[in-house]
């Protein structure tokens, strides 16, 4: 009779329990799907300050862009402030400026940077941007990148035949002068083999019969080396027509470096020096201007990093450097010695392994040795696509990349 009475006490407490429950589950049902919608509302406004990000990188990379096609005529100033190198930037040769920018009307709240990154060894005609952006009060983030071509110098021109010795002038060994001039071969070896360029080029040859041109014996007479200076054979060519050196144009320069300024190899040169590059750093600096008239007696250039040595008119205000005879130059060298012969009487080398260039003749010429060699333009031989106006800033197509700093 007991338990008769209790059951419907403990079927009370049953459905209580059961009630409890469900009540319970309601709450945390609504409490997931208030957390849930909560979630969906942070990750939305993530992902719209990420975007705002992303849209203000953007923003900071066509500003920088613009900047740089400002200063197109001056590229080498974009580099005057230093700055960090980004990640994965390591190296002497690499230059880096950060420039700050300026806030966006659109997005006045976002601050944007970007920093410029050169290789002054391989391509000092490419820039990287790399634009950042962040928004204040969350960590949205972004950064993108893209490369341009710049003016920093135009191509040099392409020879058909790369002389080992270039002058303005003429050539005449000092006597019992032990000096050599060995032209490309077929086989790519110096000093052998069949010639397929001329040992000694010259622009200008005295036209001595005053006829307005210049006979095979006019030309001979003034690039006068015998045949044991000649090891290697190759052609000693000069102008056919009569030409004169007053005033002087650069005749020599020009046929080897094209429309390259001196003002573009000197400002290379000092940014090269500036980042610490020398000829036993790695990479090793390719590009010297030398305005000291002090003789040179450190061999530079390596067949993998040829060097382009010049030697200023400043250099050469009273007489040209000599080379010591140890020294040895892989690359170019060239002699700013103004059409004036007197600056370069009785010069003194040791050897070049490329191309010497000589802005005059070389009378009394007493020591050294020119050796061709193809690779001696690379130093200043720059890569621009086929087509592409080296006169003007350029995108560089396919750069383009986004990622987080």
Known sequence: MTGHRTAPAQRGAITLLVAIGLVTLAALTSLFSARSVLVDQLANRNHAHAIQARLAADAALASAQALIVASAHNSHALFATRGLCPEGVNGLQWQCSDWPLAPHPAMPQARLSATLVRDLVQSPHVIRVHAS??????????????????????????????????????????????????????????????????????????????????????????????????????????????????????????????????????????????????????????????????????SVGTSEHPVLLVFSALACSARCPHLGAAVRILGTVVLDSGCDDEKVRAWQGGSVEGQLVVESGLPDWRAGAVLARAEGRKAYTLHWPEGMDATRTQRIHGSWSDGTP
């Open 133 to 298: 952006a962040s928004m204040p009060g969350h960590e949205s983030r972004a950064q993108v990148r893209e490369s341009l071509f710049v003016p920093v110098m135009p191509p040099a021109p392409t020879l058909a035949a790369t002389a080992a010795l270039v002058l303005n002038g003429c050539l005449h060994p000092a006597p019992g002068a032990g000096v050599r001039v060995c032209p490309l071969s077929r086989q790519g070896e110096v000093c052998s083999g069949n010639a397929i360029g001329p040992a000694v080029q010259t622009h200008f040859v005295p036209d001595t019969d005053r006829n307005g041109l210049i006979s095979a014996a006019e030309n001979l007479s003034c690039l006068a080396l015998q045949a044991a200076s000649l090891p290697a054979g190759g052609d000693r060519v000069g102008p056919s027509t009569a030409t004169t050196r007053s005033p002087c144009t650069g005749a020599a320069w020009r046929s080897v470096l094209g429309q390259i300024r001196q003002e573009e190899v000197q400002a290379w040169s000092r940014a090269q020096e500036s980042q610490g590059l020398s000829a036993s750093s790695t990479p090793p600096r390719t590009v010297y201007w030398i305005d000291s008239p002090a003789p040179w007696t450190q």
